[in-house]
């Protein structure tokens, strides 16, 4: 069992940068593919980011609004966290950014949202 609290979401104007963590209970966390996801009013959730165990894969959402470039997400198995640090941000980055873990997956498959483990989000919010 796998316990994720979020934190370091709030306000922050356009261009302006902020960085979010994912607390993990138990002694297992390096065992875990870690990702974030995010959900706006109105729209579903959809994969923001994810991590290898040890840190040395990344893969980032890949579309036209891409956070590839703008986000890192990053890990450390000794403070069993992982974080995103948000650089210039846009109004349209306003979400509930939420972590998560599984045990498995590669590539591609990552960006499901077939995780075993969920926090509980934390709300991110730009301002024009």
């Known amino acids: 069992q796998v316990q994720l609290v979020e934190s370091g979401g709030g306000l922050v104007q356009a261009g302006g940068s902020l960085s979010i963590s994912c607390a993990a209970s138990?002694?297992?966390?390096?065992?875990?593919?870690m990702g974030w996801f995010r959900q706006a009013p109105g729209k579903e959730r959809e994969f923001v980011a994810a991590?290898?165990?040890?840190?040395?894969?990344?893969?980032?959402?890949d579309s036209a609004e891409s956070v590839k470039g703008r986000f890192t997400i990053s890990r450390d198995n000794a403070k069993n966290t992982v974080y995103l640090q948000m650089n210039s941000l846009k109004p349209e980055d306003t979400a509930v950014y939420t972590c998560?873990?599984?045990?498995?997956?590669?590539?591609?498959?990552?960006?499901?949202?077939?995780?075993?483990?969920w926090g509980q989000g934390t709300q991110v919010t730009v301002s024009s």
């Open positions: 998560a873990a599984r045990q498995s997956c590669s590539g591609i498959g990552c960006y499901t949202p077939n995780y075993d483990y």
């Open positions: 991590i290898s165990y040890s840190g040395a894969r990344t893969y980032y959402k």
């Open positions: 138990g002694r297992t966390f390096s065992r875990y593919i």
